[in-house]
Structure formats: structure tokens, C-alpha cells
């Protein structure tokens, strides 16, 4: 039997059920689903969820593919909260979307509570407790709330003061105290000074009656489950947030993970396990010290004029270096690879190097010990600052790829960037041994019916593999129309290739009802097949929805849905994690073959690495990743077994060369139908 071991204050150690007969008992035909909540029984689930169980149980990681339909979230909560109640352990799941960990939330873990308070022998299970772990950055710290209204006139001026005074009316009405709670958003260079992201924030200042982040942070130690991202999972490994001296765990000690949308991992990880620092963070950061402008800052209430002068010459120089960057180097390019040490003066960091020399001064000078965590919070993101371009500069870590580049939506910032050419042994080492089981899992691991391509990339080569394949009848469901006329790809001629686009888009939609999920790989062509789009379907009674306009990620998603019959073009992470069933998405275009800009300094790094041992960078690395994102576009459509649509692809290289018979192997079933413009009226049906 699995006895849950329980706190000093219990009096007797109670026994729960054994894992592997409960969840045989839950998922089997006739089982605990189909007898309670009525749902359906599928063989698929109940399978990937012995494994799950199995693996749970044993401390060994798995890699396990669940296609679309098979339920595969409620495959490893369940295991998982039996799993960690019956022995006293923290169960994580990281997501990748916001709208997975919503509906992990709010759907899911609701139905594990239904279900498990209905069995009379797992209902002790029932009242398990799950929390949301987010970054602290986005909580409002009311210590800190009240220390900068005390601080009003030192710190801000009139109208950041106002912006002062309404996030303490929503403080007081709040129930969480996250940022994202505050409409409008709250401004950057206000919210940094009530942020629990610093020092000033901790143990001895604030408790959970009175911090929302201490409060968050108390629900998350008293929780069996915890949902984050996986942005800050590899965040705080990446810190070194791992139990410490061989004791087992991912994030806190004898935990087990499952990591859901897990082929967003590599790409994750190789973000977070790098660095990113700009000129506009640097000035921010300084900014908080003393602002010329406002003649605000810390150092106006706690330093003397000179300290304010030696901030003042600190972001000068701040200023002309990324300045000189970005006319030296990045000139009207976005992206410029770095491949030699000392390009730039590293003199360009004296003024900041006195500044925290001087920060030091200071700390030994104040005697509240609040005023000392807030400049140890300033000195330390300071000296972080400085150690990261000093190591930009040397290039420090010769696995790396440093680049330059600029970003914001108007391209005016200027940053240095670096990140690892391989994470697979940062990963094996941070999920594979940590004496306890990680579960990867995803509708797309697996290439040519294997995953080896993914084990390699995630250090997870001696990892047992799991796949269970979707249970829906594509025959019926999908209908599939390939273009044969499409311009060849890369040509000179940009106009030809937008009017081609709009042309068929525009076809297109006519034919069918509901919603149309248009997916590009640029962000020029999506942008300006917008342009022209938007004036066509004008009159049609359906609304053009365009990624990075008019409304975030998450509220495009929620407008397409509702409107049911709207145009959404994406790119990039519109290929994945939306699940919309229904007739309010009822075809996805496919606009080109997703293949990775080879000239961005990671993939061009990577295919130097794959060239020096001898091997093809298309078949090694681009190819596979390009089949990957295929995998997870056109699984956008089919999510229900009512569900029935029709995917076109705007790219006939997927019929006319050799590598595309390994796309259209991606397809759950391989009849499809090619169409050129004088023929497609015919080859279409109508709606």
C-alpha cells in the first residue's frame, strides 16, 4: 500500500489505495469516468495513463506522444494528485500558453475534484490544493506600496504620482494582486517601485496577511499542485533553484514534473539558459537611481548631488555605447552576429563600475535596514548588468552564440543577446537526474514514428518513449487541398508572392463557413497580405483579426472564437496551443513550409556545428523542426470527433520536392487534392 506521510502534528498515518489499481479503476471501460461524469471511455487514455501512473510511481522519466483527442491532461492529473497526496509530494505541471494553464485551472483540475469527491474510496483525494506560480516581478508588494507613497516627492513626479494612487485603489480591491489584473497596464518606471521583484520585498517586511506575493508564495509551499510556464521553470533553473546536495526534486525537494506542450522545450530552454540585456533596461534601471529629467530617483533622497551626477554620466555613456552599436554594427539590419572578442571598448563601463563602487559606499552609510535592501537590490542588478557585458564582450563561454540586435516595436532599442548552440545537457541535468520523474509530453514528439530527433535535442536519449495516436476518424473529418502553382520560394519578385497569397486566402474563405486560421512564417508577408485582405473580405459579414495589432495573443484568440466565422493570420506561436473546436475554426491555410530563418545567428551557429562533423544542417536540424511546427499547424484544426474541416497549403514545394512526402506523411491520412487557379472552382466543393 502507498502510505501518505504526514506532518508531526497527525496522530495516525493513514492508507490510500494502491496508485496503479485506482487508476485502472478510473480509466478503464465501465470505470469511474464513464459511471460518474459520464464521459466517454477511450483505450488511448486509459493506456497513456497506466504509463503515466507507472512512471509516477518509480521516479523515472518518460517521453510520451498523445495525439489530439486522446485526453491526455487528465491522463497525468489524475495519477498525479493521487500520486502526490498518497506520499506527501509536489506535483508540477508546466504549460507552455496561457490558454493551456487557464484550462489546466479552470477545466481540468475542476473535473478531477467532481470526479474524485464522488468515489467514496478516493474522496480524501478530493480536496487537493493547486495554486498559479508566476514570476514575482508581476506581484504588487504592499510594504513597498507604502513606502513609495511616503516617498512621493522623491521619487515621482505629478503624473507618475497618480499612477501611484490608482494602483493603491485596485490594491484594495484586488484579490491576487497580479499585474495583469490592472487595466490599463500599469507603467513600467511606476510599477518597479511596488514590484515584489526586489529586496525590499521579504520575510522580515512583509507576511502573507499583508503581501500579495507572500500570500502567493504561502499557497504555492501548501499546495499539491502547481502550474507555471515553462519560461519561468527554466528561469529558476537556470538560477540554480534546484533542491541543493543530492536531494531529489526539480523546483523544491521530492517533487515530480510534468512538462505539457513539450516541443517548445528546446527552444525554451536555449532562450532562458542565455542572455538578454539591453539599452533600454540598463536606463531603466539607472533611472530608478536618479532621473535627470524628473529629478527623482533613490539616490535624491538617500545620496548626495554628486551621486546623482555620476547616475547622469552612467547612462550618457550607457546611451553613446549602444548608440555607437547600433550605427557601427547593426546599421539598418535587425541582427548581427558577433564572432570576435573585444569589438567593443569595455571603458565604456567605467562610469557604471564607479557607480557601484559608490552604491557600496552608500549601503554602509544608511542606517534603515529597508534603505539598504533597495540599494543591495540597485547595486546587484547593476553589477549583473556590468558582468553581462563584460561577458559579451569576451565571448566568455565558447558554446555560446553572441549576437547583437535590435528590438521593440519601432526597432529602437538596441541589445546584446547570447544563447547556448546545445541545451541537451543543461536539460538532462536539470530533468533527467533529479531522482525523480519528469514527464514530457506533447501531440508532437515523434518523427517517422520515433523521437529520436527530440531525445537528442533534450539530453534525453536513455529516456523511455510512449506514443498513443489520436482517436479520431480523419477520414471522415479532414479533407486536405495542396496548391501545385504556388511562385517559387525565394524569388525576386515579393509583389508575386503577395498577390498569389491574397488571391488563394481570398478564394479560400469564400468557400467555407466559420472561421479561417491563417499561418505564415514572416511577419512581412503576413503584415502585408493584411493590407490587402482586410479590403476584400470588407462587406462579407466576417472581421480580419491580425497577430501584433490590435489585441493581445490571448484576446485574439477569444475574439476568433466568439465571432465564429472571423480571419485570424498568425505566425510564429499561432501554430500552436490554440484549441478552438467547432465550426468557429473550420479550415487552417498554410501559407509556406515552416523552415527557420537560417541566417539568425542560433540556426546559422548550429548548422557551422553541424557542418564541421560532416553532416547536412537542412537534413540534420532545419527539416526536422520545420516537420515539427507542420506537425503542430494543421493540428489546430481537428479537436473534437465532431469536428470536421479542410486544410490547404499555399506551398507546392510539399509536392515537388523530395523532402515533402515527409510532410505529407504529418497528415493522419494522405489522400489530398491539388489545385492551381484556372481549376480550383471545380477541385473545391462549396460550403
Known amino acids: 500500500m502507498i502510505a501518505f506521510n504526514e506532518d508531526s502534528s497527525a496522530d495516525e498515518k493513514r492508507v490510500y489505495p494502491l496508485l496503479e489499481s485506482s487508476v485502472h479503476d478510473i480509466f478503464r471501460e465501465h470505470g469511474y469516468l464513464q459511471e460518474y461524469l459520464n464521459l466517454e471511455f477511450r483505450p488511448e487514455q486509459s493506456r497513456l495513463a497506466t504509463e503515466i501512473a507507472k512512471n509516477f510511481k518509480e521516479n523515472q522519466p518518460l517521453l510520451c506522444e498523445a495525439g489530439t483527442g486522446v485526453g491526455?491532461?487528465?491522463?497525468?492529473?489524475?495519477?498525479?494528485?493521487?500520486?502526490?497526496?498518497?506520499?506527501?509530494?509536489?506535483?508540477?505541471?508546466?504549460?507552455?500558453?496561457?490558454?493551456?494553464?487557464?484550462q489546466i485551472?479552470?477545466?481540468?483540475?475542476?473535473?478531477?475534484?467532481?470526479?474524485?469527491?464522488?468515489?467514496?474510496?478516493?474522496?480524501?483525494?478530493?480536496?487537493?490544493?493547486?495554486?498559479?506560480?508566476?514570476?514575482?516581478?508581476?506581484?504588487?508588494?504592499n510594504c513597498r506600496l507604502n513606502k513609495a507613497l511616503l516617498a512621493q516627492k522623491e521619487l515621482f513626479d505629478s503624473e507618475e504620482f497618480t499612477e501611484l494612487l490608482r494602483i493603491q485603489e485596485w490594491a484594495k480591491e484586488s484579490s491576487e494582486g497580479i499585474r495583469q489584473e490592472l487595466s490599463p497596464p500599469p507603467k513600467a518606471q511606476v510599477w518597479e517601485w511596488v514590484t515584489a521583484d526586489s529586496t525590499g520585498?521579504?520575510?522580515?517586511?512583509?507576511?502573507?496577511?499583508?503581501?500579495?506575493?507572500?500570500?502567493?508564495?504561502?499557497?504555492?509551499?501548501?499546495?499539491?499542485?502547481?502550474?507555471?510556464?515553462?519560461?519561468?521553470?527554466?528561469?529558476?533553473?537556470?538560477?540554480?533553484?534546484?533542491?541543493?546536495?543530492?536531494?531529489?526534486?526539480?523546483?523544491?525537494?521530492?517533487?515530480?514534473?510534468?512538462?505539457?506542450?513539450?516541443?517548445?522545450?528546446?527552444?525554451?530552454?536555449?532562450?532562458?539558459?542565455?542572455?538578454?540585456?539591453?539599452?533600454?533596461?540598463?536606463?531603466?534601471n539607472l533611472k530608478t537611481l536618479y532621473n535627470p529629467k524628473t529629478k527623482r530617483g533613490l539616490l535624491n533622497r538617500l545620496?548626495?548631488?554628486?551621486?546623482?551626477?555620476?547616475?547622469?554620466?552612467?547612462?550618457?555613456?550607457?546611451?553613446?555605447?549602444?548608440?555607437?552599436?547600433?550605427?557601427?554594427?547593426?546599421?539598418?539590419?535587425?541582427?548581427?552576429?558577433?564572432?570576435?572578442?573585444?569589438?567593443?571598448?569595455?571603458?565604456?563601463?567605467?562610469?557604471?563600475?564607479?557607480?557601484?563602487?559608490?552604491?557600496?559606499?552608500?549601503?554602509?552609510?544608511?542606517?534603515?535596514?529597508?534603505?539598504?535592501?533597495?540599494?543591495?537590490?540597485?547595486?546587484?542588478?547593476?553589477?549583473?548588468?556590468?558582468?553581462?557585458?563584460?561577458n559579451f564582450l569576451n565571448l566568455s563561454d565558447e558554446n555560446h552564440v553572441y549576437w547583437m540586435e535590435r528590438t521593440g516595436k519601432k526597432q529602437s532599442i538596441v541589445s546584446l543577446q547570447s544563447a547556448p548552440l546545445d541545451v541537451s545537457q543543461d536539460l538532462q541535468l536539470n530533468l533527467f537526474t533529479r531522482n525523480t520523474s519528469?514527464?514530457?509530453?506533447?501531440?508532437?514528439?515523434?518523427?517517422?514514428?520515433?523521437?529520436?530527433?527530440?531525445?537528442?535535442?533534450?539530453?534525453?536519449?536513455?529516456?523511455?518513449?510512449?506514443?498513443?495516436?489520436?482517436?479520431?476518424?480523419?477520414d471522415k473529418s479532414l479533407r486536405i487541398y495542396i496548391a501545385e502553382d504556388s511562385p517559387v520560394i525565394g524569388n525576386q519578385n515579393k509583389k508575386l508572392d503577395i498577390d498569389y497569397l491574397v488571391d488563394h486566402i481570398d478564394f479560400c474563405i469564400e468557400q467555407r463557413a466559420g472561421?479561417?486560421?491563417?499561418?505564415?512564417?514572416?511577419?512581412?508577408?503576413?503584415?502585408?497580405?493584411?493590407?490587402?485582405?482586410?479590403?476584400?473580405?470588407?462587406?462579407?459579414?466576417?472581421?480580419?483579426?491580425?497577430?501584433?495589432?490590435?489585441?493581445?495573443?490571448?484576446?485574439?484568440?477569444?475574439?476568433?472564437?466568439?465571432?465564429?466565422?472571423?480571419?485570424?493570420?498568425?505566425?510564429?506561436?499561432?501554430?500552436t496551443g490554440i484549441d478552438i473546436p467547432g465550426l468557429a475554426l473550420s479550415q487552417v491555410i498554410i501559407c509556406r513550409l515552416p523552415f527557420e530563418n537560417p541566417s539568425h545567428p542560433i540556426q546559422e551557429a548550429k548548422c557551422e556545428q553541424i557542418q564541421m562533423l560532416g553532416l547536412s544542417p537542412f537534413n540534420e536540424l532545419m527539416l526536422p523542426d520545420a516537420l515539427i511546427k507542420f506537425k503542430q499547424g494543421i493540428g489546430r484544426l481537428i479537436r473534437s470527433h465532431k469536428d470536421r474541416g479542410y486544410i490547404t497549403i499555399l506551398d507546392s514545394r510539399i509536392v515537388n520536392k523530395s523532402y515533402g512526402r515527409l510532410f505529407l506523411e504529418c497528415f493522419p491520412h494522405t489522400r489530398y487534392r491539388l489545385f492551381n487557379k484556372e481549376n480550383r472552382k471545380s477541385v473545391f466543393k462549396p460550403k
Open 72 to 102: 491526455k491532461s487528465l491522463a497525468y492529473l489524475l495519477p498525479g494528485i493521487l500520486h502526490a497526496i498518497a506520499n506527501n509530494r509536489k506535483m508540477l505541471i508546466s504549460a507552455h500558453t496561457i490558454a493551456l494553464q487557464e
Open 105 to 141: 485551472k479552470n477545466k481540468d483540475l475542476q473535473i478531477c475534484k467532481k470526479l474524485l469527491n464522488q468515489i467514496p474510496e478516493l474522496k480524501d483525494f478530493s480536496d487537493f490544493k493547486y495554486s498559479l506560480l508566476i514570476g514575482r516581478g508581476n506581484y504588487l508588494c
Open 201 to 284: 520585498c521579504n520575510n522580515k517586511n512583509c507576511s502573507p496577511e499583508t503581501c500579495f506575493y507572500r500570500s502567493a508564495k504561502f499557497k504555492v509551499n501548501q499546495s499539491n499542485l502547481v502550474i507555471l510556464n515553462h519560461s519561468l521553470l527554466f528561469s529558476l533553473l537556470n538560477a540554480g533553484m534546484s533542491p541543493q546536495n543530492e536531494v531529489p526534486g526539480i523546483l523544491f525537494p521530492n517533487d515530480f514534473v510534468v512538462l505539457d506542450e513539450a516541443h517548445t522545450i528546446p527552444s525554451i530552454a536555449t532562450k532562458h539558459f542565455g542572455m538578454s540585456l539591453s539599452s533600454y533596461a540598463i536606463d531603466f
Open 303 to 390: 545620496g548626495q548631488l554628486r551621486d546623482n551626477q555620476m547616475v547622469a554620466e552612467a547612462m550618457e555613456q550607457n546611451k553613446e555605447f549602444f548608440k555607437y552599436i547600433g550605427n557601427t554594427f547593426l546599421g539598418t539590419r535587425s541582427i548581427f552576429r558577433v564572432s570576435e572578442s573585444n569589438l567593443l571598448d569595455a571603458t565604456a563601463l567605467n562610469p557604471m563600475r564607479k557607480l557601484l563602487d559608490r552604491l557600496k559606499y552608500i549601503y554602509q552609510m544608511v542606517d534603515s535596514e529597508q534603505d539598504k535592501q533597495e540599494i543591495k537590490e540597485k547595486h546587484d542588478r547593476l553589477a549583473s548588468h556590468i558582468d553581462g557585458i563584460d
Open 438 to 474: 519528469a514527464c514530457l509530453t506533447s501531440a508532437t514528439l515523434s518523427l517517422q514514428g520515433n523521437m529520436n530527433n527530440f531525445q537528442k535535442q533534450t539530453g534525453s536519449k536513455a529516456v523511455k518513449t510512449f506514443i498513443e495516436n489520436s482517436p479520431f476518424n480523419f
Open 515 to 575: 472561421g479561417s486560421l491563417i499561418l505564415f512564417t514572416s511577419y512581412t508577408d503576413m503584415y502585408a497580405v493584411a493590407d490587402e485582405l482586410e479590403f476584400k473580405i470588407s462587406g462579407t459579414g466576417r472581421i480580419l483579426l491580425v497577430q501584433g495589432r490590435d489585441y493581445s495573443r490571448s484576446d485574439l484568440v477569444k475574439k476568433f472564437k466568439s465571432e465564429g466565422n472571423a480571419v485570424l493570420l498568425g505566425t510564429d506561436t499561432f501554430w
